[in-house]
């Protein structure tokens, strides 16, 4: 019996190990974003921490907020980018309590210089500045940029995708070798 | 409508992330650092069945494609930084929201600190905008205005090499 599958249409041992889960997930992930593309648009997050600082900044100083052309450009928090970020949350949440596995971590420790929790906070705190400062000046993150842009053949999300890669894995290379 | 689209999309897209393990932090430092490809091929998969359902799709019906603007130095610079901050804390703007629902601490830190890297960038954006957003821009394009092919043929040949490659690659270093 062949295995039916999408991702691997002609597994060169079809007898043999069965369709890994990535694959079969990375199928499923590809039809949704042609599917978000389909109803209403590519799939993105990182713009909604900008309209939500938008829609923050309106609330307690709105001169300022008015006068500012980034915010002026990237508008009104109420977009289907902010409520897919809201189920973001929901479908997490659902997918870690419906099916088994390790529990996650409250501190992820990925760095040897991480010895304690607190130090695990100081590099969450540091990646979370650089990836969205870097996401909001490139125009997208992982989603917008990598996954829907590469799918829309854009010349712009190619140039992201490689630098990303590169400062990503020269990045962890250097953190190893540094190590404290 | 497209609200709800949006939430149901979100929910689905966040249990594929959370599923395949893209939420953990040391998933992605096994992927950057070339342990483990899991997440680099779930990604390549994913680019490559999207293109081709999404530009087939367009054959028959009219589809919301937004393609992002090219300016080279911007998109690079910005990539880079990108690349780094991935490093360091193992979290895309996306995955970390998938972190706190699984009950991550480090997944909210990572959001609180993009919520400031965001308004680090509102506030510098006029100064960056001349030497980085401006020069080298090339408008809304595709690798097909490239090459002057149409969209379905560039995404069967990008569908095709990405999945070779996924195929061709080993998932996990074997040897140290």
Request: charged share 10%; with cysteine; hydrophobic share 50%.
């Amino acid at each position: 019996m062949t295995h039916p599958s999408a991702a691997l249409p002609h597994a060169e041992r079809p007898s043999a190990a069965p369709v890994p889960q990535w694959a079969v997930l990375g199928v499923l992930f590809g039809l949704l974003s042609a599917g978000s593309i389909a109803l209403f648009g590519p799939i993105g997050v990182s713009g909604t921490y900008p309209r939500f600082i938008g829609a923050s900044l309106r609330a307690v100083t709105p001169e300022y907020a008015a006068a500012n052309p980034y915010l002026v450009k990237m508008g009104a928090l109420l977009t289907p980018e902010t409520t897919l970020v809201v189920g973001l949350l929901i479908g997490g949440f659902l997918s870690s309590r419906l099916f088994a596995g390790p529990k996650a971590p409250a501190a992820d420790r990925v760095h040897a210089r991480e010895t304690t929790d607190s130090r695990r906070y100081v590099d969450a705190f540091i990646g979370g500045f650089l990836i969205l400062f870097g996401a909001r000046l490139a125009g997208g993150c992982t989603s917008g940029h990598i996954i829907s842009g590469m799918s829309q053949l854009a010349v712009s999300s190619t140039i992201f995708a490689a630098a990303v890669f590169a400062g990503g894995i020269g990045t962890a290379k250097l953190i190893a070798a540094w190590r404290a | 409508m497209n609200l709800v689209y949006g939430l149901l999309v979100g929910v689905v897209m966040g249990a594929l992330i959370q599923r395949v393990g893209a939420s953990s932090p040391k998933m992605i430092l096994a992927a950057l650092r070339l342990e483990d490809l899991t997440i680099i091929k779930f990604m390549a998969t994913t680019i490559a069945v999207g293109a081709l359902v999404s530009y087939l799709m367009n054959l028959g019906m009219p589809m919301h494609f937004d393609i992002k603007p090219t300016y080279v130095i911007g998109v690079a610079v910005g990539g880079l930084i990108f690349g780094a901050g991935f490093a360091i804390g193992g979290y895309c703007p996306g995955t970390c929201v998938v972190g706190i629902a699984e009950g991550r601490k480090d997944g909210f830190v990572a959001l609180l600190g993009g919520v400031f890297g965001a308004l680090a960038f509102t506030l510098v954006y006029t100064l960056i905008e001349a030497p980085l957003i401006k020069p080298l821009s090339y408008g809304k394009i595709t690798w097909a205005d490239v090459v002057h092919l149409p969209t379905i043929v560039v995404a069967v040949v990008m569908a095709g090499a990405l999945l070779t490659a996924v195929r061709l690659l080993p998932t996990r270093r074997t040897s140290a």
